[in-house]
């Protein structure tokens, strides 16, 4: 039985798809009267489902299956030179895992800064805190605000939840100017994978990825990682290898 079977479910009306400016988009959204809890989320993650706040969705677009969910096998992913070196530039920083202190007000101005230079003109930079709060906690679920920190100085959150079958990732957020060079981004998932390790978890899932968007192309540099095609899951190809395969053809 799947894991949706015994949901009401309901579709979203179209609305502008967040990752393909030229598209429409619908979703599969779970009741949000439903009493989620973390195990089934865990059997909703290994369905195609994430989480926004409290919502739990899935894109269901007639003409369009872009929108692959992935996670990364822990005990299989090997990082390659590039990661290595990520993991080695960062290996100074202090990292605390706040589970259950709640959205401290340092997190909103290093947001409103990664915002502010990484996605002016979104439509996020107009978010309240609360709003932003909002969509990355919610009542049901484990979630962890992992804080990279210099020092003093917060430098990078990652919002993750924590289930029975591995780590999700929510957002991630950085200071920008230092964020690029050290390679914030990459260095959190490479924690979560390590985290869900030491945690016996077998999976991490980084959310959805989109070939046609060059920016979710760093998600399959995680190898091995496994995309879900029509209910399966199945090794992607590094986006790299398969830009050599095209232009060889």
Known sequence: MSAEANLNLYITAVHPCPYLPDRQAVNLLVDPCFSMTTKLYARL???????????????????????????IPVEHFKPNR???????RNRDLQVHVNRGEGFKPEYGE???????????????????METFAGFLLSRWSETLLVEFRDGDDLLAVATVDETPN??????????????EKRGLGTYAVLWQIDYARERGL???????????????????????????????WE???????????????
């Open 45 to 71: 993650l290994d369905s195609g489902f994430r989480r926004s706040g409290t919502d739990v969705y899935r894109p269901h677009c007639k003409t369009c299956t872009s929108c692959v969910s992935t996670r």
């Open 235 to 249: 090794t992607l190809e590094p986006a790299d290898k398969r830009s050599c395969r095209s232009s060889e053809s």
């Open 110 to 128: 290093l947001y409103r800064q990664y915002i502010n230079q990484r996605h002016k003109g979104g439509g996020m930079e107009t978010d309240s």
């Open 166 to 179: 591995g780590l999700s990732s929510v957002y991630t957020f950085f200071a920008p100017d230092i964020g």
């Open 202 to 232: 077998p999976y991490v899932y980084p959310g959805y990825w989109i070939a046609e968007s060059p920016k979710m192309n760093y998600k399959t540099r995680f190898q091995p990682i496994e995309g879900l095609r029509n209910g399966v």
């Open 82 to 88: 590039s990661q290595q070196r990520t993991k080695q």
